[in-house]
């Protein structure tokens, strides 16, 4: 079945340990996100890639850096982890992108627990 | 900037009670909706999305959604909820004058007792 795989499901890290999060997708898909949803709280996008190009948010802090090799394949680079970065992070993938009218497609999550 | 309230933080109904979860959006276009389902420990599951035409739409899983342009809203029910039902809703809105970015709620957590 085509899918959004995220490796690994749990990620444990010492404060300041650098750490790198993977998502690839089977979908052919053009777009992929990522979101970092803390505790309670709705997804929030940090960035995402329209095909190579890379769309970062306003609001996401520096440490967090983002890698597309190729189509099926993104990662997520947190440079120093603080303890504010615990959190599940949804790498998500949509067809196209261009116009809005898509469906975005997410994985099944990262658990980040910073030491 | 588009924005998105869903109002009810939990919501708690007896299996085969019927269920209600409300969404409230604020767009500048025209908008396109979504309901995901988070269970504990998961990823978000698309549920249905509304992007034109008849306003209401089906989805997975017996769950349905009404879009209501006048009051801005984009309701999800089901007539009959299942235990397995529980879980964490949200609705969210994107839309051409967002590009690609997707705005969530906070989130319905939905607890079914038996």
């Known amino acids: 079945d085509a899918m959004v795989i995220q490796n690994p499901r749990y990620q444990v890290t010492q404060f300041g340990k650098p750490v790198t999060l993977s998502c690839s997708q089977t979908?052919?898909?053009?777009?992929m996100y990522w979101y970092q949803q803390k505790s309670s709280q709705a997804p929030k996008l940090l960035f995402h890639?329209?095909?190579?190009?890379?769309?970062n948010e306003a609001d996401t802090p520096d440490n967090f850096q983002s890698r597309r090799p190729n189509t099926s394949f993104c990662f997520l680079d947190i440079r120093s982890p603080g303890l504010g970065d615990a959190a599940m992070y949804l790498c998500?993938?949509?067809?196209?992108?261009?116009?809005?009218?898509?469906?975005?497609?997410f994985g099944p999550g990262t658990r980040l627990l910073v030491l | 900037a588009q924005s998105v309230t869903q109002p009810d933080i939990h919501i708690t109904v007896s299996e085969g009670a019927s269920l209600e979860l409300r969404c409230n959006y604020s767009?500048?276009?025209?908008?396109?909706l979504f309901w995901y389902v988070q269970s504990p420990g998961q990823g978000l599951q698309l549920l249905l999305k509304?992007?034109?035409?008849?306003?209401l739409v089906q989805g997975i899983k017996g769950f349905e959604a009404e879009f209501k342009r006048s009051q801005s809203s984009f309701n999800l029910r089901k007539p009959s909820v299942h235990w397995s039902d529980a879980a964490e809703y949200f609705c969210?809105?994107?839309?051409?004058?967002?590009?690609?970015?997707?705005?969530f709620g906070t989130g319905t957590q939905l607890k079914v007792e038996l």
């Open positions: 998500a993938t949509s067809r196209d992108g261009r116009e809005g009218e898509e469906t975005q497609y």
């Open positions: 979908l052919n898909h053009n777009v």
């Open positions: 890639y329209y095909d190579k190009d890379f769309n």
């Open positions: 767009y500048g276009a025209t908008p396109y």
């Open positions: 509304y992007f034109s035409g008849d306003t």
């Open positions: 969210a809105v994107g839309g051409k004058g967002g590009g690609n970015k997707l705005t």
